[in-house]
């Protein structure tokens, strides 16, 4: 799995802007302020926790690709970087984190309610998860593209299948918005 996880990173361009980017930096940036400590969970190449650094958050980012990683320590020096263990639990200390960003992770995980139930053992009490994911409503444009075998996403969300995963996961104070293609969900 894990060089699979690295082949996809290898063929995403260096620098190349996330989907939906300012967006999800919008979104986040309203939810996390200078000194909390932010669990970037799944941090890709670093972009949102290059922008958490700039904002003054203390940034931990994790990923189970070693690609990934790699690009983002180049692209935010200032936070630290931990390699993940896919399936594993979460190697940090219970309440070590203000807020977990999870931007775009959930629907590449296998075990989503295992690890939603890992985030909130690592999020502190009265701390924020912060989720965004692709939006997959009652009526999708159903293309071979959109679900193609091959892509690496695993899951599909719609608003209410988002909310009880996290309900299951043991979050119960829950907002979800559509954010144009994607939903954006914060937790407590």
Same mark, same amino acid.
């Given at each position: 799995?894990?060089?699979?996880?690295?082949?996809?990173?290898?063929? *995403?361009?260096?620098?190349? @802007? #996330?989907?939906?980017?300012? &967006? %999800?930096?919008?979104?986040? +940036?309203?939810?996390?302020?200078?000194?909390?400590?932010?669990?970037?969970?799944?941090?890709?190449?670093?972009?949102?926790?290059?922008? +958490?650094?700039?904002?003054?958050? /203390?940034?931990?980012? /994790?990923?189970?690709?070693?690609?990934?990683?790699? %690009?983002?320590?180049?692209?935010? #020096?200032?936070?630290?970087?931990? &390699?993940?263990?896919?399936? $594993?639990?979460?190697?940090?200390?219970?309440?070590?984190?203000?807020?977990?960003?999870?931007?775009?992770?959930?629907?590449?995980?296998?075990?989503?309610?295992?690890?939603?139930? @890992? *985030?909130?053992?690592?999020?502190?009490?009265?701390? =924020?998860?912060?989720? &965004? &994911?692709?939006?997959?409503?009652?009526?999708?444009?159903?293309?071979?593209?959109?679900?193609?075998?091959?892509?690496?996403?695993?899951?599909?969300? !719609?608003? %209410?299948? +988002?909310?009880?995963?996290?309900?299951?996961?043991?979050?119960? $104070?829950?907002?979800? =918005?559509?954010?144009? %293609?994607?939903?954006?969900? !914060?937790?407590?």
């Amino acid at each position: 799995m894990q060089d699979w996880r690295d082949a996809v990173w290898r063929a *995403v361009p260096d620098g190349a @802007e #996330p989907e939906r980017f300012a &967006t %999800r930096r919008a979104f986040l +940036l309203d939810h996390a302020a200078a000194g909390e400590r932010v669990l970037d969970l799944g941090c890709g190449d670093g972009a949102f926790a290059a922008e +958490l650094l700039g904002a003054g958050c /203390a940034v931990t980012m /994790a990923d189970v690709a070693g690609e990934a990683l790699r %690009r983002a320590r180049a692209r935010a #020096p200032g936070a630290e970087a931990v &390699t993940l263990a896919e399936g $594993e639990p979460l190697p940090f200390a219970e309440d070590a984190f203000d807020v977990v960003w999870a931007g775009e992770v959930l629907e590449h995980v296998a075990d989503v309610v295992g690890l939603l139930a @890992e *985030v909130r053992r690592v999020l502190r009490w009265g701390g =924020r998860l912060l989720v &965004t &994911t692709p939006w997959h409503g009652r009526v999708v444009v159903a293309t071979d593209a959109h679900f193609d075998p091959r892509a690496d996403h695993l899951r599909f969300f !719609s608003a %209410r299948t +988002l909310r009880a995963v996290l309900e299951d996961a043991g979050f119960n $104070e829950i907002e979800i =918005r559509r954010a144009g %293609r994607g939903l954006n969900a !914060s937790v407590t």
